[in-house]
């Protein structure tokens, strides 16, 4: 079994979602979108995690973590969620070797998928991510006209938990830059032949559906629901 330690993302404000609090503390069903993701680490066995808040609400983040589990620091976050990573990377203590980097927004991403993807961590393979394939039909387009039809068949969305060796995670955010997923930062290292070994996806899952617009939250309450 492999050990790992985890860097919960939390300090993005959530402006599409609307709220009128960080996106991390609106709830489901009463439960915090950070505390709902912050369980799904917890249960697929991380020793240690780091959640990275808004400076604005540390404090009430911090009175809502667990008592009991795993040790669970909270470190303030940056202007971008490449940012905001690094500082929860610094946070980790030196025995964590592998690291899982998950959005808080993921909220419903089930412990199995964390530790299926935690477990293709072997070998030559230095990271993987949960990942779906993409239903819908994708177009490129500039300025509203169609330009092209983009070959789905090897496209997939990714989700979080991304896990990596944590050598490499950290040589990705020496190098500098912003990405969207810390993948990206990895893969440029890739390609830059810096870095030697496999990136992999995993099966991932509905429930780890990004909760980003409201109508999400309203999704993620009836798959919470089925699951419940
Ligand atoms: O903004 P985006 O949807 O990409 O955010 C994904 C995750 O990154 C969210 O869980 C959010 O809280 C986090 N984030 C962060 N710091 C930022 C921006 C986003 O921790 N500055």
Known sequence: VTTFGAVLVAAGSGER????????????RGTPLVCLALDALVDAGATDVVVVVPPTHREQVAALLPRSGPPCTVVDGGRTRTE?????LAGLPSAVTVVAVHDAARALMPAAT???T???????VVA????LPVPDTLKRVADGQIVATVDRDDLVAVQTPQVFRRSVLEAAHLEGGDATDDLALVERLVAAGVVDGRLVVTA???LGLKITYPHDLVVAAALQEGRA
Do not use: F, H
């Open 84 to 88: 905001s990573v690094r500082a929860g």
């Open 114 to 116: 964390v530790r299926t």
């Open 128 to 131: 993987a991510a949960p990942a």
């Open 17 to 28: 979602l609307g709220a009128a609090v960080p996106k991390a503390l609106v709830t489901l």
């Open 118 to 124: 935690v477990a293709a961590v072997t070998g030559d």
């Open 204 to 206: 991932g899952s509905p």
